[in-house]
């Protein structure tokens, strides 16, 4: 069975320092993953994935994530905050054959501080 | 826009009411699938269809039933609605690597 583990349901950082967003996953086959980011009453949107691919992964509004297999992780970072990058982030987890469902974390809620 | 359209956007029932929720997709894609999300808990998958014809059960369909209509169709139905249903339930389709989402259905069950 897949799963996701997302480390700490809310996270704050001033505007302007580092986002981490930490993510470890567990999948018995090679896996495929994703960051999305929710905003307040609106639907989820892909950030960015990961599929076998580079392990470092750029999406988009200047987020990264890295792939590693030796720790089961995939955090997300961005090395500036901005307030616009308030929202919740989901990080997630699927297989990499023809039944492609994701399993979701429980997401993480970014603060940002001016 | 090409996208995940999801009717209605918000909708209050009464327990024992029962009502369908429906989603489209225009980029033809294959797979659809069912969420519902509640504060804390993420995203948990109700039912997902790999293709026209077919569904699947994902982590909890008790309460639920789907029909996959045609490619572009796959709407949820409560038959009896209960307070534990309420939620915010979201539609997505895939073409393969990750999903567009629609806005999502707010759901109250009074």
């Known amino acids: 069975a897949q799963s996701v583990t997302q480390l700490g349901s809310h996270v704050s950082v001033s505007e302007g320092a580092l986002v981490l967003l930490r993510c470890n996953y567990s999948?018995?086959?090679?896996?495929?993953l994703f960051w999305y980011v929710q905003y307040p009453n609106q639907g989820l949107q892909l950030l960015l994935k990961?599929?076998?691919?580079?392990?470092l992964v750029k999406g988009i509004n200047g987020f990264e994530a890295e792939f590693k297999k030796s720790e089961t992780s995939f955090h997300l970072t961005k090395p500036s905050a901005h307030m616009s990058d308030a929202a919740e982030y989901f990080c997630a987890v699927s297989r990499m054959n023809r039944d492609d469902k994701i399993i979701f974390g429980k997401g993480t809620r970014l603060h940002i501080l001016p | 826009n090409a996208g995940v359209t999801q009717t209605p956007k918000f909708q209050v029932l009464k327990t024992g009411q029962s009502m369908t929720l429906q989603c489209a997709q225009d980029?033809?894609?294959?797979?659809m699938y069912w969420y519902r999300q509640d504060p804390g808990m993420g995203l948990r998958l109700i039912y997902y269809?790999?293709?026209?014809?077919?569904?699947d059960k994902g982590e909890v369909p008790n309460g639920y039933n789907v029909s996959r209509l045609n490619k572009r169709e796959f709407s949820l139905r409560l038959e009896s609605a209960a307070p534990s249903q309420t939620s915010v339930y979201f539609c997505?389709?895939?073409?393969?690597?990750?999903?567009?989402f629609g806005s999502g259905t707010r759901l109250t069950v009074v």
């Open positions: 999948s018995s086959v090679p896996p495929y």
């Open positions: 997505a389709s895939s073409p393969q690597y990750g999903y567009t």
């Open positions: 990961y599929t076998s691919a580079a392990t």
């Open positions: 269809s790999a293709s026209e014809g077919t569904t």
């Open positions: 980029m033809n894609h294959n797979s």
